[in-house]
């Protein structure tokens, strides 16, 4: 069983930085696909950037923009998500995942694990 706990949300003002974390206990994390999703009131949960072990990665241009940058530590058991130059847009729940099967893919579906989710609120 793996937990998933992210930290780093909270209320910010546009073109501010946070740094997300989500901390993994549980399991192999080396081994894992970990992710980043957000999901903003009255929509789907969307992708943001996948990492593999070996810091292969799988982003979404359109949201990250390159204002975004996801890493991990594996030493730490511990993935990041580096987000600067925040918008209003950029409100939302962000929800770190693992995947357990390899599988580098931006569906929610194929993630076994998530997190509860850390709500970032960006005012204009």
């Known amino acids: 069983q793996v937990q998933l706990v992210e930290s780093g949300g909270g209320l910010v003002r546009s073109g501010d930085s946070l740094r997300l974390s989500c901390l993994a206990s549980g399991g192999t994390f080396d081994d894992y696909i970990m992710a980043w999703f957000r999901q903003a009131p009255g929509k789907e949960r969307e992708f943001v950037a996948a990492?593999?072990?070996?810091?292969?990665?799988?982003t979404n241009e359109d949201t990250m923009s390159g204002r975004f940058t996801v890493s991990r530590d594996n030493d730490k058991n511990t993935l990041y998500l580096q987000m600067n130059y925040l918008r209003p847009e950029d409100t939302a729940v962000y929800y770190c995942?693992?995947?357990?099967?390899?599988?580098?893919?931006?569906?929610?579906?194929?993630?076994?694990?998530w997190g509860q989710g850390t709500q970032v609120t960006v005012s204009s």
């Open positions: 995942a693992a995947n357990t099967k390899n599988e580098v893919t931006m569906a929610p579906s194929a993630y076994d694990y």
């Open positions: 990492i593999t072990g070996w810091n292969s990665k799988l």
